[in-house]
């Protein structure tokens, strides 16, 4: 137990449904981070929200849409998403201009089909 | 951009040393991580070095850095089966006021033999 936490663990969904993934971290941390791990790929960061401010988007496409309503919660709504979004999202929390490290959740392993 | 590369795969046998090296491009990052991914979980930091350090042990963890030619080694020692995992280095750089991004590497599946 990392002290963040993601629901739900597994999701399948068709390309036609919208559905959010959430995260919350109880670790007091001021940052949240959504990474996508596709299989033999890099970890991708996605978004950052630093003190519920987006700071970062990677040129993610907009039918992912994050939304942090405050410092422990993150949430990312899905819609018509296609196959290749199947991956495993990945939510993490740090504490800015820490020199500690970010925490993970353990993942909601998303198919799309 | 930053880029960091590892190989993709290594075997080791038990009771041997693991070594998983890992290169990146960055020359400004400050800190430099290992982390750990067993099956169906999360990351978890093992350790980390600052970018003025060329070493640090930490059991049978040794984290070797060369700054000079941004190469980070980990080595494990008496590599066990539990060590049988998926690890990722990841950089990052201060940078004032902002949250700090982790660039990771692909990972490198470490299978531990009997």
């Known amino acids: 137990e990392t002290g963040v936490t993601q629901t739900p663990r597994h999701l399948v969904m068709g390309m036609t449904n919208k559905k959010s993934l959430k995260c919350e971290q109880h670790?007091?941390?001021?940052?949240m981070y959504w990474y996508k791990q596709s299989a033999k790929k890099p970890l991708e960061l996605m978004f950052v929200?630093?003190?519920?401010?987006?700071?970062e988007n990677n040129s993610v496409p907009s039918r992912f849409s994050p939304e942090c309503p405050n410092s422990s919660h993150l949430f990312l709504h899905l819609h018509t998403l296609q196959p290749e979004d199947s991956a495993l999202y990945l939510c993490?929390?740090?504490?800015?201009?820490?020199?500690?490290?970010?925490?993970f959740g353990q993942g909601t392993r998303l198919t799309v089909v | 951009g930053e880029d960091v590369e590892q190989s993709l795969f290594l075997s080791v046998r038990e009771g041997d040393s693991s070594v998983i090296n890992c290169t990146y491009t960055?020359?400004?990052?400050?800190?430099l991580y290992w982390y750990k991914q067993e099956p169906g979980a999360g990351l978890q930091l093992l350790t980390y070095i600052f970018s003025n350090m060329d070493m640090k042990q930490d059991q049978r963890l040794t984290v070797l850095l060369n700054k000079k030619d941004k190469h980070l080694s980990l080595r494990i020692a008496d590599t066990q089966t539990g060590d049988s995992a998926i690890y990722f280095c990841?950089?990052?750089?201060?940078?004032?006021?902002?949250?700090?991004?982790?660039?990771f590497g692909s990972g490198t599946q470490l299978t531990v033999l009997p």
């Open positions: 990841a950089e990052s750089s201060i940078s004032s006021g902002s949250a700090r991004q982790l660039t």
């Open positions: 993490a929390s740090s504490q800015v201009r820490s020199i500690n490290e970010a925490f």
């Open positions: 670790l007091g941390h001021n940052a």
């Open positions: 960055d020359s400004s990052s400050t800190y």
């Open positions: 929200y630093n003190f519920k401010e987006q700071t």
